[in-house]
């Protein structure tokens, strides 16, 4: 009786053994996959805010944690491209925070001369139908960002048409649009101060 719980205790054992190590590299496995998937998709997104022919060095090992009221709250990342070894624009986190339904996550591509290269939402809860034609999968609203120049930050232009300014707002949802364009301003201004900054911004992961 005793040599047979002894051999059943073993075998428990050694299952458990072998169970948790086929869990361990599945684990491992599949974060692997999970990190390339991400890396892919991330570099896809990149290339929605910044032509791949302006900069050659590897952008996404280029990165930098920010904190700016400019930016929004909290930390940012951002990312500097770089053309044979000189910096030549910057793909920045930015938040809206005053959206209709809440903050605005954004994706900004900005030279240093306050030249918008490219933007795109990353994430928001504004309101099917209307404010949430700031996606580029439901228009083409966003889009035309793409290579406006702010004029300092008495620029009145970079604003929607309602405050005087050159960009569209959506038939009854001006808070959104307005809540966008200010925030591309705000990080397109700070874009333009990246240069002197760059010896002192703290690496991701350091």
């Not at 999970?34 to 990165?63: E, H, P, R, T």
């Not at 959206?99 to 306050?114: H, K, P, R, T, W």
């Amino acid at each position: 009786m005793l040599k047979t719980m002894r051999k059943h205790g073993l075998t428990l054992a050694l299952f458990a053994a072998g169970s948790t190590g086929l869990t361990a590299a599945i684990d491992q496995m599949t974060k692997t996959t999970i990190a390339g998937q991400a890396a892919i998709q991330q570099k896809a997104l990149f290339d929605q805010v910044i032509a791949g022919d302006s900069y050659n060095n590897a952008l996404q090992q280029s990165c930098y944690l920010v904190s700016d009221p400019a930016l929004g709250k909290g930390q940012h990342h951002l990312w500097i491209a770089k053309k044979d070894e000189q910096p030549v624009a910057a793909i920045i986190e930015a938040t809206a925070p005053d959206g209709y339904s809440g903050a605005i996550q954004l994706l900004v591509g900005a030279d240093f001369n306050g030249t918008i290269l490219g933007v795109r939402v990353t994430e928001h809860h504004e309101t099917p139908g209307l404010g949430d034609k700031i996606e580029r999968r439901i228009s083409d609203w966003i889009t035309h960002f793409s290579g406006k120049k702010i004029d300092g930050a008495t620029d009145s232009h970079f604003a929607v048409k309602k405050d005087g300014g050159d960009f569209d707002q959506f038939t009854g949802a001006t808070i959104t649009p307005r809540a966008v364009v200010n925030a591309v301003k705000r990080t397109g201004l700070y874009a333009m101060t990246l240069p002197e900054q760059l010896p002192r911004l703290p690496v991701c992961g350091e």
